[in-house]
């Protein structure tokens, strides 16, 4: 089973932050996610915006986050196809570009809008099916391993499909969705 990537971020500050995590999804279905060190350059204004609600203290971040370099290679395996579905294409983008950046790097995925892939889906229903996965599985709209595993879950009940078995590689194993329309 081949599914699109998709990724998603979260951000110290609306306005003016920085990614403190992101996840993205593998077309196998499995999903990678990371805290994120921050770059000494992002740590200038840090304390100057308004955090998050649920952003890690810096400290943890320092502690525990992978680097950026380090994400930035592990995507040039992950993201080989150049496309990147997400629900907010201008912030993936500002992540993208403030990380690939830092390395002077050009960003190497095409971000596209979720919603095209789910064209021929009325948009009220598309978002009823999106909660409904949430709510089932627990799942917040705001962290972004909850997001990608919303669209993965989403994608693969649209298409009839389910996710492959995880794999050694992956970070973390996936179950395949529910249909909402089945009894327990």
């Known amino acids: 089973m081949q599914l699109p990537v998709f990724i998603a971020f979260e951000v110290t500050d609306e306005d003016q932050g920085y990614p403190y995590s992101v996840a993205w999804s593998l077309k196998s279905g499995q999903y990678k996610s990371v805290l994120l060190k921050p770059e000494d350059a992002w740590l200038i204004d840090w304390d100057s915006g308004q955090n998050a609600a649920g952003?890690?203290?810096?400290?943890?971040?320092?502690?525990?986050?992978?680097?950026?370099?380090?994400?930035?290679?592990?995507?040039?395996?992950?993201?080989?196809?150049?496309?990147?579905?997400?629900?907010?294409?201008?912030?993936?983008?500002?992540?993208?570009?403030?990380?690939?950046d830092a390395y002077d790097k050009e960003v190497a995925a095409e971000v596209v809008p979720v919603s095209e892939l789910f064209t021929d889906i009325d948009p009220l229903?598309?978002?009823?099916?999106?909660?409904?996965?949430?709510?089932?599985?627990?799942?917040?709209?705001?962290?972004?391993?909850?997001?990608?595993?919303?669209?993965?879950?989403?994608?693969?009940?649209v298409h009839g499909l389910e996710p492959e078995p995880a794999d050694d590689e992956s970070d973390h194993e996936e179950d395949a969705p529910r249909d909402p329309n089945e009894d327990d």
Request: aromatic share 8%; glycine share 4%.
């Open 55 to 100: 952003a890690p203290p810096l400290q943890d971040l320092l502690d525990r986050g992978e680097t950026v370099l380090d994400v930035l290679k592990e995507w040039a395996e992950d993201l080989n196809d150049g496309e990147v579905y997400c629900e907010d294409p201008a912030l993936v983008e500002y992540c993208l570009d403030m990380m690939y």
């Open 125 to 157: 229903d598309l978002d009823d099916q999106r909660r409904w996965i949430m709510d089932t599985e627990g799942l917040m709209a705001v962290q972004a391993e909850d997001s990608v595993r919303t669209f993965i879950h989403l994608y693969a009940q």
